[in-house]
């Protein structure tokens, strides 16, 4: 889990782009998501408690969810 948010953080490297502009809303979304996912995962694989692993398909289907329904909402599908 950790390391699908660490892949959807590729989009923090657009913050550090010259003359990318102004950072759009979706990246910031992506940005948010990317962390939490990386939070949950690293929580989850220090924890040695059952519920922790439960959880984590429905924390990345929410997240998935998140991403897609945030695209089209804010207009700028994937």
Known sequence: MALCGLWEAGDI???FVPDF???QA???N???VSILL???GVRAARTRKAD??????????AAGARLL???FILGNPM
């Open 13 to 15: 490297a657009a913050l």
């Open 21 to 23: 502009g102004h950072v």
């Open 26 to 28: 979706f990246v910031w």
């Open 30 to 32: 992506h940005i948010i």
């Open 38 to 40: 990386m939070l949950a």
């Open 52 to 61: 922790a692993a439960r959880t984590l398909p429905w924390l990345a289907a």
């Open 69 to 71: 329904n945030t695209s």
